[in-house]
Nanobody
Framework: QVQLVESGGGWVQPGGSLRLSCVASGSIISIHAMGWYRQAPGKQRELVATITSGGSTNYADSVKGRFTISRDNAKNTVYLQMNSLKPEDTAVYYC??????????????WGQGTQVTVSS
């Protein structure tokens, strides 16, 4: 079993910055990709950014140039640096572990989510 614990959410004014962290724990052998998704009220969950174990990244168009995803494979930790935040970035942000391999399974995992609120 793999547990994902997010931290770093909160309230920030437009134009501000936040840094999210997500630590994966458990009997992890490897994780193909880790990433961040978000869900705003009344909307579907959407991809924000992902990063593979090899360092390849993918970003939603809406966050390109403002958000940066990074990963520490040794610590099974993924970060999301969010700059120039806009009110439309307000959402619950979820950490995802894609194709996490343990001694018992290969599957995806989700964190519990962390709220990010951007408002003046």
């Amino acid at each position: 079993q793999v547990q994902l614990v997010e931290s770093g959410g909160g309230w920030v004014q437009p134009g501000g910055s936040l840094r999210l962290s997500c630590v994966a724990s458990g009997s992890i052998i490897s994780i193909h990709a880790m990433g961040w998704y978000r869900q705003a009220p009344g909307k579907q969950r959407e991809l924000v950014a992902t990063i593979t174990s090899g360092g390849s990244t993918n970003y939603a168009d809406s966050v390109k140039g403002r958000f940066t995803i990074s990963r520490d494979n040794a610590k099974n930790t993924v970060y999301l640096q969010m700059n120039s935040l806009k009110p439309e970035d307000t959402a619950v942000y979820y950490c995802n572990a894609d194709r996490a391999i343990t001694s018992k399974a290969l599957r995806d995992y989700w964190g519990q989510g962390t709220q990010v609120t951007v408002s003046s």
